[in-house]
């Protein structure tokens, strides 16, 4: 009778002699039996502990000997400053259903890369390779040495190294790359025929740079082909402007971010900037825009993500969105630490039934009027809250306030109606005021315990000074219970596109208004 060491030792053979693959010797470097779908691979590891000054003269050989398919080839973080004409020769690299094969120099001193120093190699059916560069201090595009894997390449990464223009004059087939990553370089222009073989890419990253000038055919593919470019990545640059027409084919692009740069409205945001762009979402944060850039965007679809905090738009006018093509009802819009000082009372309205202002983000503004959010029935965008059981899950307008907030009557009875859901922190400038911060919300919310509670509530010396309503605390364990819970002053028919919500009561209005023209005269 066999012990269990040595079925465990049969078992472990059998094993081998299935799958037929094993790790050669390639010290000084470690070697791992990887598995890859129903196939397995090698995992070879020269780590930094190492600091090789060359790739081991013995590695390709017994690899490439030894002909099985190798996963990742990993040699960061050592003192390789050249890499020679085949140095992966002869080698095969397979990947698994979520990740390519990779070959890693990240933070290597790499100071030359011969043209064929990734010549002959083969990469499995249904599989790119993946390159990693990075932190190598290059100088210069390796066109030349990518071309012999222009078939085979699929993602590449060159970010944090010293380049500073993207030389692809020696580039002239296209290439299969998909994903190309040149973030923290040096690079100042992206000219004329710079991606025109690079038709195939979707992600591309060329954030941190100096960027100050795209040329206005950069983008321009070789033939009438469009580009497959999905994500473009150029924040953190010096981009004052975009030439019209610099993005006519990349019809694909779905992201686009253009953060902390010097844009303006005026230079480079006019609407043929973004000529036949059909973007889901776009960043502006940190550029100098002026104006929300909303005739550049009103011909966008599926845009359903605009990122404009820290700016300096300072009136949201009437109207932005009125011409707008979008239809998502889920769109959130940052506005948030900008210099906004007034949002004109129908700067949201808009004749696109289809469109829905999921999140407005208002917090670190200067706000001391909230008329725009009175009668939502008005503001096709936006989504009063609703009181019936059956959509209670549905989406609703989140306006975010933030803290310091000039609360006056029209935003008290906007938080009392329950339009939206309010949130943010009132300071009130009245001296008289013993407690100057409140915190307010405007629609009913599920806790942990699975009720629902309304929150009409401000303060009482807010209630007693400013009179603008008798504040509510209801707790109850679903949406019939809170509508019956709440006054029937509260209540009212007011409909809109199907939704009720508890309208402004005129007595307390009134009440409102005597009161504040009684503190004006004290």
């Excluded at 803290?403 to 109606?417: A, G, M, W």
């Excluded at 596109?497 to 023209?517: D, E, Q, R, Y």
Aim: charged share 20%; hydrophobic share 35%.
């Amino acid at each position: 009778m066999l012990h269990l060491p040595c079925i465990v030792i049969i078992l472990v053979c059998m094993s081998d002699v299935a799958l037929g693959v094993k790790c050669p010797d390639v010290s000084p470097c470690t070697c791992m039996v990887w598995p890859v779908e129903n196939a397995t691979s090698l995992y070879i590891q020269c780590d930094e502990k190492l600091q090789l000054n060359e790739i081991p003269s013995n590695l390709t050989k017994q690899l490439a000997d030894n002909k099985d398919p190798i996963f990742a080839l990993y040699f960061s973080s050592n003192n390789i400053s050249k890499l020679s004409d085949n140095s992966f020769a002869g080698l095969t690299f397979i990947g698994n259903e979520e990740t390519n094969p990779l070959i890693k120099f990240t933070s290597n001193p790499v100071v030359e890369i011969n043209p064929l120093a990734f010549a002959n190699i083969k990469v499995a059916d249904g599989y790119g390779l993946s390159l990693g560069l990075s932190s190598c201090g290059l100088t210069s595009f390796p066109a030349e040495a990518i071309m012999p894997m222009k078939t085979q390449l699929a993602e590449l990464d060159l970010s944090f190294n010293e380049i500073t223009q993207i030389n692809s004059e020696k580039i002239n087939e296209t290439l299969s790359l998909q994903i190309l990553n040149l973030n923290g370089n040096e690079i100042q222009i992206i000219e004329n025929g710079t991606f025109k073989y690079f038709s195939k890419l979707q992600h591309l990253k060329l954030s941190n740079n100096r960027i100050s000038e795209i040329e206005r055919d950069a983008f321009t593919p070789d033939g009438s082909t469009e580009m497959n470019l999905t994500e473009l990545y150029l924040g953190s640059n010096n981009l004052g402007k975009i030439y019209a027409g610099t993005f006519r084919y990349c019809s694909n692009l779905e992201r686009l971010d253009v953060s902390s740069n010097k844009l303006v409205y005026e230079a480079g945001f006019i609407g043929e900037s973004f000529q036949g762009l059909n973007l889901k979402s776009i960043d502006f944060h940190d550029n100098v825009l002026q104006r929300f850039p909303s005739e550049a965007l009103q011909d966008m679809e599926k845009l359903d993500n605009i990122i404009v905090y820290n700016s300096q738009i300072r009136t949201l006018h009437n109207n932005l969105f009125h011409l707008w093509k979008a239809t998502t009802q889920r769109m959130r819009i940052d506005l948030h630490n900008s210099t906004i000082e007034d949002i004109e009372e129908d700067a949201l309205s808009s004749s696109n039934t289809s469109l829905r202002l999921n999140y407005l983000g208002l917090h670190k503004n200067k706000l001391r009027s909230f008329t725009f959010l009175t009668d939502p029935c008005s503001k096709v965008i936006l989504n009063p809250a609703k009181w019936d059981a059956e959509a209670q899950n549905e989406p609703f307008t989140k306006v975010a306030l933030g803290d310091d907030v000039h609360c006056e009557c029209t935003l008290n009875n906007v938080i009392r109606s329950s339009m939206y859901y309010v949130s943010g922190t009132c300071k009130d400038d009245v001296a008289a005021y013993n407690d100057k911060t409140m915190y307010i919300f405007g629609d009913i919310w599920r806790n942990t315990e699975s009720k629902f509670r309304l929150y009409h509530g401000f303060q009482k010396n807010l209630e007693r000074n400013l009179g603008c309503f008798n504040g509510t605390n209801i707790e109850c364990t679903d949406y019939a219970e809170c509508s019956k819970a709440i006054p029937d002053s509260y209540k009212g028919a007011y409909k809109c596109n199907g939704a009720s919500f508890v309208p402004i009561s005129l007595s307390v209005l009134i009440t409102c208004i005597i009161t504040v023209v009684r503190n004006i005269h004290m």
